[in-house]
């Protein structure tokens, strides 16, 4: 059974995910790890109360927070890396050595790059009157929103969506596109 280590800033919604599919035995796999660059993580919490290891590593706590990182997914044995709402740029150490998966809330190449995560995203999709969005799950490399692309889930926008709509839409594909994608990485 496979190690996937999750990488995250804030809340790890896509973390709830994969551990509610392992749970439901619809993905063969075990989280054994979590790191946060923020200390106020909701991830960590929530690792802890899963009885995940879990750790601090950013600039602060660590002269070289890459190096930290890449020693813990070796030590856990994790080569499968998921990024929920990891908002650090990782060096080539990390993406040259591990399989890293993202999540990014639009169709891929459309709104990604630097500053465009999250509510951003949506925004500029609503702003640009767009008929269409959705989810795309990519390996992650040493470029902003710039790894091969994995899989892409679409969804047509209504006349009247908002940033606010578009933005629950969309969470609710991505939780079906990580799994999916996280499957066929594991095959």
Do not use: W
Request: net charge neutral; hydrophobic share 40%.
């Amino acid at each position: 059974m496979a190690n996937i280590a999750i990488l995250a800033s804030h809340n790890g919604s896509g973390f709830d995910a994969i551990r509610d599919a392992i749970g439901s035995k619809d993905l063969r796999a075990k989280t054994p790890l979590l790191i946060s660059n923020n200390a106020n993580s909701m991830a960590l919490k929530k690792a802890a109360r899963y009885g995940i290891d879990n750790f601090v590593v950013n600039s602060k706590t660590h002269a070289n927070a890459d190096e930290e990182i890449y020693r813990l997914l070796k030590k856990y044995d994790c080569y499968l890396v998921f990024l929920s709402g990891y908002m650090k740029k990782l060096s080539p150490l990390l993406t040259s050595n591990f399989t890293i998966i993202n999540s990014h809330p639009s169709l891929l190449p459309k709104h990604g790059g630097e500053g465009m995560y999250g509510r951003f995203v949506h925004e500029a999709v609503v702003k640009n009157g767009e008929s269409e969005s959705g989810v795309t799950i990519h390996e992650v490399n040493e470029h902003y929103d710039d790894g091969k692309i994995l899989l892409q889930k679409e969804i047509a926008l209504s006349d009247d969506e908002t940033v606010d709509t578009l933005e629950s839409k969309i969470k609710s594909l991505e939780k079906i596109a990580i799994v999916e994608a996280l499957r066929q990485c594991l095959k």
